[in-house]
């Protein structure tokens, strides 16, 4: 029998009401034929409760007691909707992480999968069982240890689920009926589409959309797992197709641009009059570096005298008053005057495969955005994006702009 996963978050199982809607969304693909593994996250708000709990413990908690407590929200959720589907009479197991077994590192409250053994769950499935995995969670193999593979890992692991198990597809449902060409809250023209790459699904998760985490993005690409957002929210037996996640061969026709995508979590500095010579650079990003700080935007300007330089950059706003310190303390070995920063900005950003061969796509935008009177302090590129820094202040109006721009208001 053809397999598939089925992933449900937070929200489509924060009340045991919603555990048994779940179970309908499972029923109606078992009766479609289906082996059907289904991962679940902790009920809404409980990784939170759990959180604090630990920390009120103890702040300098050891971080694989941390694991042992957070990983038992997933547990709570998976037998309650194996509990639910037996009730329904659908034969159910729960399975937690290690029993599997989902293999990671022992990278404690961010784990990265590194193996998962399919047979237990295969010879649940000859039996006819559908197998309830709590995610977000696996066990490091030399120590035995529980651990969690950090924010948003269930996601991660439905789609390394998926792909160890052979599964035709890896469904990820959520409370938004799949994903939108920006956010509708700000746009609400944006439109939901049927089917976008898995580049482009990663550049949009790591440039602001929140609909699935990069990582389970990048293991969906690495695996070609088709994976699909839809909505827990739907009646059982009336459910949208959401949006389908696939290989670019796999869309007929594409849009030059697929999406705007934006991002509160930026700030930006400014280091003023740095000698301009070999090795000032890795002065600068070095330290950043081993702070495990993410620099993403660069931009240096040489002075007129060709003798110094200035600097900009950005990094996520919650790491910039820990950035501003390493490079004050860098400030000698940098040799920098003046340093400056802002946590008022926002990067935008237009996202699109049909940008590889298409000319002028960027231009067309600076355009656009000068002429709302809205500066651009920064510019980054790729193949299939680029992204604008700009005044927190203009971040409705840009993200308007572009999306009307690029044609994506148009049914």
């Known amino acids: 029998m053809p397999r598939l996963v089925m992933k449900f978050g937070g929200t489509s199982v924060a009340t045991v009401d919603r555990i048994r809607n779940v179970a309908r969304h499972v029923a109606r693909e078992v009766a479609a034929g289906y082996d059907v593994a289904v991962i679940v996250s902790a009920m809404s708000g409980k990784t939170n409760e759990l959180v604090d709990w630990v920390k009120d413990a103890n702040p300098l908690y050891d971080p694989r007691e941390y694991d042992a407590v957070v990983a038992s929200g997933e547990l709570v ?4 909707l194996a509990i639910a589907l037996q009730k329904d009479g659908i034969k159910a197991r729960s399975w937690q992480g290690w029993q599997i077994p989902v293999i990671t590192s022992d990278a404690h409250g961010s784990a990265r ?24 969670q696996g066990i490091h193999a030399e ?42 809250r700000i746009v609400p023209k944006a439109r939901r589409m049927e089917r976008v790459t898995f580049e482009e699904m990663l550049e949009m998760a790591s440039l602001g959309a929140k609909v ?55 700030a930006q500095i400014t280091l ?24 993403d935007m660069i931009i240096q300007t040489v002075s007129g005298d060709q003798s110094t330089t200035d600097m900009t950059f950005t990094v996520p706003a919650s790491e910039y008053q820990r950035s ?13 005057a003046q340093i400056e920063g802002a946590t008022d900005v926002v990067k935008v950003s237009a996202i699109g495969v049909g940008m590889r061969s298409h000319a002028g796509v960027a231009a067309k935008a600076f355009r656009a955005l000068a002429e709302k009177g809205i500066n651009i ?35």
């Open 77 to 80: 959720t998976a037998g309650l």
């Open 113 to 136: 999968i590194a193996e998962i053994d399919p047979k237990n769950l295969a010879a649940g499935f000859a039996q006819g069982e559908v197998a309830v995995i709590a995610g977000f």
């Open 143 to 184: 120590t035995g240890r529980v651990t969690t593979l950090g924010r948003g890992g269930s996601d991660t692991s439905a789609v390394a689920v998926a792909a160890a198990i052979g599964a035709e597809r890896c469904d990820i449902y959520t409370d938004v009926d799949g994903v939108y060409t920006t956010d509708p």
């Open 212 to 266: 699935l985490q990069v990582r389970s993005v990048e293991l969906a690409m690495v695996h070609r797992v088709p994976t699909t957002v839809r909505s827990s929210f739907d009646p059982p037996d009336a459910a949208r197709p959401g949006t389908l996640i696939c290989d670019e061969d796999d869309i007929v026709e594409q849009q030059i641009i697929t999406g705007i995508a934006f991002s509160r979590d930026e």
């Open 272 to 295: 003023r009059k740095v000698k301009d010579s070999p090795g000032v650079a890795a002065a600068i990003f070095g330290p950043l570096a081993d702070a495990n700080i993410n620099v």
């Open 324 to 336: 501003r310190a390493i490079l004050d303390e860098a400030r000698t070995q940098i040799g920098y």
């Open 377 to 411: 302090r920064a510019i980054t590129t790729s193949e299939i994006k680029f992204s604008v820094l700009i005044d927190a202040a203009y971040t409705e109006l840009a993200v308007r702009t572009l999306h009307s721009l690029y044609g994506l208001d148009q049914a």
